[in-house]
């Protein structure tokens, strides 16, 4: 276990023998090392509650708390902070038995939960855009992460195959398609299309009722209209497919808005039927009198003119993922404009008797160096597809200038790794939910809280690695020369660096409990910049044994936790660069 849970188990323990809420033994990381490794405010927090003075409180707290074979005697210090300094011994413990352990301390959670994840939907015949950019990165770092703590994850492309946009695009396919760029970028024929109709009609009003017409047999079941629809899915979902091959994602389901066609008009009398769904002004809609965030914003789940909306899909969704998986919860990777949309249907979800956990996980907005939304030099919406190569491409400028003897192929696969990891380690950073503006320089430099950073960490160890067995300190680039001999911390700085692998099995649970990769990020960067210092100040191939194993099992430690961590952000490790 870590030391940070077992402290949390030892304060518990001390607090319900002081006859003190055993909940209030939140132990953290110490802010200021100077005190100690871990901190705990209980005593401030109890001595609140219990209208006492908290120094006195932490007296009796320590009077019961049992650490010795952990920590030194714990101190009180300022306004009622307790601090434990581990000792060497047990930190050195710790870290031996790490090596022996596959998962570098993760637990497993105690009780796995079925969780689908809706993430990337993007639109047929619209653009992906950057918010689905975001949606795509995020929710397949959440997936990864889920999954590596032992949650069942399905997770599902509920992608927009179904929609108005059709009608443009099904007139415009039979008047204006150049064949050919469809067969090369479907997705930027069937937009071009998309807006190319959308002018016209601009100023053409018999021309608007021509199109209205061509969605309605659409909708109607017409055989040509029918072909043209499931022709433009097809192409798309190959273009998004490759897309998804580049960045490595696959998707368990891809079960897009049309596949929920059939189940809109029987859901919708049921919920009429059972006075869920109320008549109003022709249309159809679920009222919440009981939520005033709502009260004024009924969800309409069927139009006077018979049409569904997004919303109508989303709850025969929820019913469709309800009795085929029995999920514990559901998670929507969407942007933050969403919200409305999500606080309604959940609404409604309960009023039908859902009562999985329903989860939007919004996220802000892409910004372009003007701080507004990011579009290309000509102002349209920017597109992943373009955006990674892109990456990729300066990438390998950066390689090639770095490396210019590395083959022509090592430099691109390289770049592959270094590119898509930047795009991806650049949004999971933020917070998700502020803006973030989108800087190439800054992603792809190899300095500060960038991907570029951490796998150049990463691969720095691995070179002392190939040293060691080059000049014949090692039989193998992943052994050490004494593979029994233990891990010893006596520098301060192998004092930080060990504590900081420890704390690896604690950040990925923080990350699911408010699904943010962010905090994933801020580790590796603080696991990579402490690696840096000890670096700096242990010498490693030029110490001798048994120093020498030590420190190099400390340096494989890390590079194995900045491997898994990385893996769970979706991005790779070159060998060099
Ligand atoms: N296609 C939608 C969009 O681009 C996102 C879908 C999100 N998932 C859902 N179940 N509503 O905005």
Not at 179 to 187: F, G, V
Not at 215 to 236: F, M, T
Not at 263 to 292: H, M, Q, T, Y
């Amino acid at each position: 276990m870590s030391l940070l849970y077992t402290l949390t188990d030892r304060l518990a323990a001390a607090l319900g023998a002081a006859g003190i809420d055993e909940s209030l033994g939140l132990v953290t990381p110490s802010a200021d090392t100077r005190f100690g490794d871990f901190q705990t405010n209980a005593a401030m927090v109890a001595a609140k509650a219990l209208k006492k003075n908290p120094r006195e409180v932490a007296a009796s707290i320590l009077a019961h708390l049992q650490v010795e074979d952990l920590c030194e005697s714990p101190t009180v210090a300022g306004a009622g902070f307790i601090n434990f300094k581990v000792h060497e011994s047990a930190l050195s413990e710790a870290v031996n038995a790490l090596r022996n352990d596959r998962s570098l301390g993760v637990e497993m959670v105690k009780k796995p939960k079925t969780i689908i994840i809706d993430f990337s939907s993007p639109n047929v015949a619209k653009p992906m855009h950057v918010g689905h950019i975001r949606s795509t990165i995020l929710g397949d770092s959440l997936t990864r992460i889920a999954r590596h703590l032992g949650h069942q994850v399905i997770t599902d492309n509920h992608i927009g195959d179904w929609g108005t946009q059709f009608g443009k695009v099904i007139y415009g396919w039979k008047h204006l398609l150049h064949r050919e760029s469809l067969e090369q970028a479907p997705i930027a024929e069937l937009v071009r299309l998309y807006r190319e109709v959308n002018a016209l009609e601009e100023n053409d009003p018999a021309l608007k009722e021509i199109v209205r017409h061509e969605l309605v047999k659409l909708q109607q079941g017409d055989a040509e209209n029918l072909e043209i629809w499931k022709q433009a899915v097809v192409l798309s979902w190959k273009e998004f497919e490759r897309l998804y091959g580049l960045l490595g994602i696959i998707f368990d389901e891809r079960l897009g808005e049309s596949f929920y066609n059939d189940a809109l008009g029987p859901l919708v009398d049921r919920l009429l039927a059972e006075g869920i769904a109320e008549l109003s002004k022709g249309a159809v809609c679920i009222f919440f009198p009981e939520l005033p965030a709502l009260e004024e914003k009924p969800c309409l789940i069927r139009k006077s003119d018979g049409g569904f909306l997004y919303a109508t899909t989303d709850l025969a969704t929820i019913e469709y993922r309800e009795s085929r998986w029995k999920p514990d919860a559901i998670w929507y990777v969407t942007g933050s404009p969403q919200q409305l949309h999500f606080e309604q249907v959940f609404a409604a979800a309960r009023m039908m008797g859902v009562t999985t956990d329903l989860r939007h996980i919004a996220f802000g907005s892409i910004l372009g160096e003007d701080r507004k939304m990011m579009k290309t030099r000509s102002g349209e919406n920017v597109e992943l597809g373009g955006l990674l190569n892109e990456a990729i491409e300066r990438a390998l400028a950066v390689v090639a200038e770095k490396n210019p003897d590395l083959p022509r192929t090592d430099q691109e696969e390289i770049a592959h790794l270094i590119g898509l990891g930047a795009v991806k380690y650049a949004d999971l950073m933020q917070h998700r939910l502020t803006d973030y503006v989108f800087s190439w320089d800054k992603m792809l430099s190899f300095q500060g809280n960038t991907a570029p950073y951490l796998q150049n960490a990463y691969v720095r160890i691995r070179s002392i690695f190939r040293k060691a067995k080059s000049e014949g300190i090692a039989e193998g680039i992943s052994s050490i020369p004494s593979e029994s001999s233990p891990i010893v911390i006596s520098d301060p700085s192998e004092r930080t660096l060990a504590l900081q692998i420890l704390k690896f099995g604690e950040v990925l649970h923080a990350v699911l409990e408010d699904q943010r990769p962010n905090l994933l990020c801020l580790y590796l960067y603080e696991l990579a910049d402490s690696f840096h210092r000890f670096y700096e100040a242990c010498p490693i191939l030029k110490s001798e044994d048994p120093v020498r194993s030590s420190r190099m099992a400390l340096a494989g430690l890390t590079a194995d936790v900045l491997k898994t961590g990385l893996s769970l952000l979706g991005i790779g490790v070159p060998e060099r660069m």
